[in-house]
């Protein structure tokens, strides 16, 4: 199992920006998928990003051109730059982890004014 650990979350604007983190507990060198999630209130949680160990990347379309994921396997550490963002985004974000389980971790809110 690895622990995962978000930060970065926060109360922005529109059209600002926001980096999150996950931190993860062990090394992510060979864990399959990283990803971000989100859940806003009153809906179902819905994939945002997600980032193979190869390096490849998926996007949820209401996310592509604004948010980059990217992973730090040195570091441990997979992240989400959120650029331009809208009330749309406002949720909490999950980081997940899927290799021969999946583990999740505990969320940051996100919050975006109008």
């Known amino acids: 199992q690895v622990q995962l650990v978000e930060s970065g979350g926060g109360l922005v604007q529109t059209g600002g920006s926001l980096r999150l983190s996950c931190a993860a507990s062990r090394s992510i060198f060979s864990i399959n998928v990283m990803g971000w999630y989100r859940q806003a209130p009153g809906k179902q949680r819905e994939l945002v990003a997600t980032?193979?160990?190869?390096?490849?990347?998926n996007y949820a379309d209401s996310v592509k051109g604004r948010f980059t994921i990217s992973r730090d396997n040195a570091k441990n550490t997979v992240y989400l730059q959120m650029n331009s963002l809208k009330p749309d985004d406002t949720a909490v974000y999950y980081c997940?982890?899927?290799?021969?389980?999946?583990?999740w971790g505990q969320g940051t809110q996100v919050t975006v004014s109008s």
């Open positions: 980032v193979t160990s190869g390096g490849s990347t």
């Open positions: 997940n982890a899927a290799y021969w389980r999946t583990d």
